[in-house]
């Protein structure tokens, strides 16, 4: 096809389809555009649990009541878990990234099936609508925590169900995106483009998919055994009908802990996607990191009791899982080391992404460290229900997770939106992000180990300069998430237009494709033979336009 | 796709296996008049396990289809059955 022909193709974002307007962007079955709507439902959502966040922060600043009394707290808390957890990290990177990138990064014009792409997206706002629901009718906005720990969701008048429900069926819109990635994979891979051809981002939405698939479905059976107790009175987590609410934390768990490489595999895909590009070297250590990423997907269903270490599981069930947990380390470690194998010695280019990226390890391995600590049976007595551990899931999962959706956003920006954002304020944003991140979650891990207990509106005196610090922490990581959403969203609207194929340098598909891409990405499909991060043809001259 | 063969199982086997699942089924109410202690869901476990296997072959065609399929299935329920072994180190320990 000649160029002139090929200007005349609009892109996704100007393609006039059946719907005009919003009806365009919800009845859309344009993998891209479905996306961004995950993409737009994600950060509106995000501001409403940060303010809950920085809210509480603002409790904890002084002992005693200061802004808030002990329920209001604990409501806060739990609809901030579930806000962040079920409809942010646990779809997060493959709702929006993938959706968005996957077919463009495998050579696919879409994904499998489009329509059920597009249902996956209405399943998904039912269920925050329901879990909506929760908060304002009935009993009450639920106070048991993101958990909805037995007994005493059994016993709280709040609103449980409705909240758990919503969650099952967010579970469903994550069921049908793992089929849809999955089959995906399998069946649309350009031609040439084996499985060791295919781009690390790819294979951790794989690894991720069938996690979706296998897992979620437990959190489904558990919902529907607590109906059966509730509704016929079977005994199933209720000590007073003969149940074991052990049990309920073993279903629970079953799910929640793959749940958390839901949000993590990904994370790491973006990783190995952004440091080759900006050190302008091959990958290190393909292969390993194909590997560790499937055996992370494989070992992450075994090890969730490491959450109930304290909670009466016999010697035997305490070893294992401490054991498996140390086992899951490993493969993890592996990843570290080939993201800093493959910056040795490349040529770093200190662009937006690329300090997300390296901003990531730091982050992630602090995260992964004090995992190990609560992952040993003896330190996990002491630590359990300790603001050690809210640290340490958050330095996991907004470390992790956090910084790679923002990675991801920096990277992908100008082929998503066909516009630049600003470098300067991005920069700035990321540095006063990383810096109120810090602040806010180290004294945590100090708190935790001085025994200062999670969950809790109030504490000791001794506890008061931390806290001041970590409050302040808050707010300043709060200024840093402004200016980087005020850059994103005054770029996305009027930044300077770009139709630069390929701003950094990168080798994969999704940089020979027009920005922002066409409707179905492709005129011709492409033929891979190449491996996806080959630079040892780099010469050291760089795009001037960078 | 148009290309791929489709497989008609005769209903002789059809039948075959429909009386090989009511049989199942009825020693599976059967079994429960019998005590096996701890090995109660192990029974239970592996009559549900027989007859899936049978569903899933024949009436779910799995038996005909490529070799990807059924080593997918199988290593679903290997994780199925890790995760209820890992689960036991604390009920049967306890």
Known sequence: ?????????????????????????????????????????????????????????????????????????????????????????????????????????????????????????????????????????????????????????????????????????????????????????????????????????????????????????????????????????????????????????????????????????????????????????????????????????????????????????????????????????????????????????????????????????FVFMVGGLTGLVLGALATNVHLHDTHFVVAHFHFIVFGGTGFAFMGAIHYWFPKMFGRMYDAKWANLGWGIFFIGFLSLYLPMFYLGMMGMPRRYYDYLPEFHGPNILSSLGAWVMISGILIIFANLIRSARSGPRTSEKNPWGGKTLEWQVDTPPTLENYDEIPRVDETPYDYRDYTGIDNPNN | MSEEKTHIVPYKTQIVVLIVLLILTALSVAVTQLEFGSYNTLVAMLLAGAKSVLVLAFFMHLKYEKKLFPVMVAAVMVIFLLVLFVTFFDYSYR
């Open chain 1, 1 to 361: 096809m000649t160029d002139n022909t090929r200007q005349k193709q609009p892109s996704f974002l100007e393609y006039q389809g059946r719907y005009k307007g919003i009806l365009g962007w919800i009845l859309s079955t344009d993998h891209k555009r479905i996306g961004l709507l995950y993409l737009y439902t994600m950060l509106f959502f995000f501001s409403v649990a940060a303010i809950l966040g920085i809210l509480m922060k603002t409790q904890l600043l002084a002992p005693g009541e200061t802004i808030m009394g002990p329920q209001t707290y604990n409501s806060f808390f739990t609809l901030h878990g579930i806000i962040m957890i079920f409809i942010i990290v646990v779809p997060g990177l493959p709702a929006v990234f993938g959706n968005f990138f996957l077919p463009i990064m495998i050579g696919a014009k879409d994904v499998a099936f489009p329509r059920l792409n597009l249902l996956s997206w209405w399943v998904y706002i039912i269920g925050i609508l329901i879990v909506l629901t929760s908060q304002f009718t009935g009993g009450g906005p639920p106070d048991t925590g993101w958990t909805f720990y037995a007994p005493y969701s059994f016993q709280t008048p709040t609103n449980v169900l409705p909240a758990v429900f919503g969650a099952f069926v967010m579970g469903f819109s994550s069921i049908l995106t793992g089929i849809n990635f999955v089959v995906t994979i399998h069946r649309l891979r350009a031609p040439g483009m084996s499985w060791l051809k295919m781009p690390l981002f790819p294979w951790t939405l794989y690894g991720t998919a069938w996690i979706q698939i296998l897992a979620t479905p437990v959190i489904g059976i558990t919902l529907l055994l607590i109906v059966a107790e509730r509704m016929l009175g079977i005994g199933f987590f209720d000590p007073a009908l003969g149940g074991d609410p052990i049990l309920y934390q073993h279903l629970f768990w079953i799910y929640s802990h793959p749940a958390v490489y839901i949000m993590i595999l990904p994370a790491m895909g973006v990783i190995s996607e952004i440091i080759p590009v900006f050190s302008k070297k091959s990958i290190f250590g393909y292969r390993a990191i194909v590997l560790s990423t499937m055996a992370i997907a494989f070992v992450g269903y075994f090890v969730w009791g490491h959450h109930m270490f304290t909670s009466g599981m016999s010697g035997r069930a305490l070893f294992t899982f401490s054991f498996l947990t140390f086992l899951v380390a490993i493969p993890s470690a592996i990843k570290v080391f080939n993201w800093v194998a493959t910056m040795h010695k490349g040529s770093l280019h200190l662009h937006t992404p690329f300090f997300w990226a390296v901003s990531f390890l």
